[in-house]
């Protein structure tokens, strides 16, 4: 994997661009630090950090073709290169290296910028075109691999990290009210926008072409379609998937250097890690722990698996010690405030996997594919309810309301009555929202509801939702977070494993399996209380039963006891004191019935994990402390 930065001008390189390209650079070196590399043109300046992992030897970027008239800086992998090199060789192209890095460039010169749909791969490249004056900015499909930017009418700077741009800049990091909004509402930002003013995300399945003598020019050139449903059914279906799946992780095994898998205790690592195993002679197996007996600790699930395939297996145990200062260094590296607590044992895990294995497969973007939340469950209950209610049916209406309030608690019973009757959109958004829309508004201050502009988060959540092309509710939930929560845990997935050089791959998000997936009927992937039924049946014989049938847990952290244990002085300390008091973002009556609500019963758990994970960003980059002490 790499790190990616430039600086391209309308009307010719200004003196300090260079240099400023350079401190970029310098910024992502933890994202590849084998190799560095620059190229200046006369309206632009490129930086590149390399982690060599495809022909060792011979990758250096940037990289042109054989006349140097295109230039080209690429973090990623493409799977099928080999293929599409053969094929390029073909018609004449000329290959230097072994690298995948050089198919990119002869395919743009065969395709222009429809080369991104040939590419089955995580990526994001900066290229330029000297004889067209031409900036092609692109992003894979899924968004496994990162591109920020920022655009003023005549200079565009991008970088793989926001940090590179923020802190290179003439102007102080500030944050973006409507971000603000969204990730309390949402724990995502939306529509491309960053935590930070003024800084943009090339959002995934987007390329961005800037001619120089017009403005830049965003396209999307990919999004699954749910609408049109696969014929396959039983056996045959499960076979495609299986073989799919399959596919996709041989190919991701592709690498010079060792490789790995994460294997937490869940299907999802399970299935990849078994695959794994078939194609390499030996593999080297990974998870974390929690110290004392956190219930949330899954490595005796990890070890059952990794005994059955036959792998060396390797466990870090995470404890509270240092929490805040380990914190701030995660939230450097994460850039922007992070949905989820498994951000932290996450860093810890990828600082173990960097001492055996420098390549690491993991799981995710399986439950967004194949239904793996507990709230595709809470829908169709739901829906249940609506249906008995609509037919008179009381007493079995009854039964399903008690069943609700059983798994869900009397306070999620109240909030489902109320939307019952609303639209799926706003269902939607009331099920997946942090923040309750009703809360919502008493959190902040005056002051950042006037920043805002009086945003409402539900207005875009409900424009990018209309993109799904199904009405049914378990597919528009699956688009939803495919589009919107999938990418904040990329983000973990990529910065956690950038922070300690190592390159992690994602075989659940090859676009044929994403493609396969949204056609293939909700009912087959989830059924009354039974999620990821298809991927359950591909699993079978490979991954040990009892990690088949458990619920899903997630990969997260126990911040709960923490927060209310050995931490419980620091977070009030951190979310009441003077320093988040003086920003004057939040409304302290709400903040501080929060925080005492959370303190004295332990509810609100993920909502106060925002509000710490959010100050902790404030003095990271607003108050530029940066990584702390030893970051």
Not at 397 to 425: D, H, T
Not at 547 to 567: C, D, H, M, Y
Not at 616 to 627: F, H, S, V
Request: aromatic share 10%; with cysteine; charged share 25%.
């Amino acid at each position: 994997m790499c790190g990616i930065a430039g600086i391209v001008r309308m009307k010719g390189l200004e003196n300090g661009d260079t240099r400023r390209a350079a401190q970029m650079g310098d910024i992502l070196s933890h994202r590849g630090p084998d190799d560095e590399g620059s190229r200046e043109g006369a309206n632009y300046a490129f930086a590149h950090r390399r982690l060599s992992i495809i022909d060792l030897a011979g990758g250096h970027q940037p990289m042109s073709n054989e006349d140097g008239s295109v230039w080209l800086i690429y973090n990623g992998e493409i799977y099928n290169f080999l293929k599409l090199r053969e094929e390029l060789a073909s018609k004449g192209h000329e290959f230097a290296t072994r690298c995948d890095t050089e198919t990119i460039i002869h395919l743009y010169e065969e395709e222009g910028p429809a080369c991104v749909d040939r590419l089955n791969g995580m990526f994001a490249f900066a290229l330029f075109d000297e004889s067209r004056r031409l900036l092609l900015l692109a992003r894979d499909r899924a968004g496994i691999k990162p591109l920020y930017y920022s655009f003023d009418g005549t200079t565009l700077v991008f970088a793989s990290e926001a940090k590179a741009i923020v802190q290179t800049s003439d102007r102080p990091p500030a944050y973006d009210a409507r971000s603000i909004v969204d990730f309390f509402a949402l724990s995502v930002f939306q529509e491309g926008r960053t935590a930070f003013a003024g800084v943009s995300e090339l959002e995934p399945g987007h390329t961005l072409s800037w001619d120089l003598r017009n403005k830049p020019d965003i396209n999307r050139y990919w999004f699954p379609a749910y609408a049109e449903k696969t014929v396959l059914q039983g056996r045959r279906l499960a076979a495609a998937v299986s073989d799919l799946l399959t596919d996709a992780i041989r190919s991701h095994l592709i690498s010079d250097v060792p490789v790995g898998t994460y294997l937490s205790g869940g299907l999802d690592s399970s299935v990849v890690s078994a695959v794994a195993r078939q194609y390499l002679d030996g593999l080297n197996t990974f998870s974390a722990g929690f110290t004392g007996r956190e219930k949330l600790d899954e490595r005796e699930y990890a070890r059952e698996a990794a005994a059955m395939i036959g792998s060396a297996h390797h466990e870090v145990e995470v404890g509270p010690e240092n929490f805040l200062a380990n914190l701030q260094k995660i939230v450097w590296h994460m850039d922007e405030p992070t949905l989820s607590p498994g951000v932290y044992p996450y860093y810890f895990l990828c600082e173990l996997v960097s001492r055996t294995v420098k390549v690491v497969l993991g799981g995710q973007g399986s439950d967004e594919l194949f239904g793996g939340y507990p709230r595709y469950r809470m829908a169709l209950l739901e829906d249940e309810i609506a249906a008995a209610a609509g037919s008179a049916r009381f007493i079995r209406m009854a039964f399903l309301l008690n069943e609700y309030r059983k798994r869900y608690g009397p306070g999620s019973l109240k909030n489902e009555l109320r939307r019952l009757r609303a639209p799926a959109s706003r269902r939607i958004y009331e099920i997946v929202s942090g923040f309750h829309p009703r809360r919502l508004p008493h959190l902040f201050s005056p002051g950042l509801i006037r920043q805002a502009g009086g945003y409402d988060p539900f207005t875009a959540f409900s424009d990018s939702l209309a993109g799904c092309d199904s009405e049914n509710l378990i597919d528009r939930m699956l688009y939803n977070d495919y589009h919107k929560m999938l990418p904040s845990i990329l983000r973990t997935e990529d910065r956690m494993s950038m922070a300690h050089s190592i390159e992690s791959r994602v075989p659940f998000l090859d676009y044929r399996l994403v493609e396969l997936a949204a056609s293939i009927p909700a009912a087959a992937k989830v059924s009354g209380d039974e999620p990821k039924l298809i991927l359950k049946e591909v699993s079978k014989g490979q991954v040990p039963e009892r990690i088949i049938n458990r619920r899903k847990q997630g990969f997260t952290a126990p911040v709960e006891s923490w927060f209310r244990g050995a931490l419980g002085h620091q977070v009030r300390e951190l979310l009441l004191g003077e320093r988040a008091a003086e920003r004057g973002i939040f409304a302290r009556p709400y903040l501080e019935q929060v925080v005492s609500r959370f303190q004295g019963q332990g509810k609100d758990t993920w909502r106060v994990w925002s509000l710490v994970v959010f100050e902790i960003w404030c003095r990271a980059y607003l108050d530029g402390e940066g990584p702390g002490p030893g970051g």
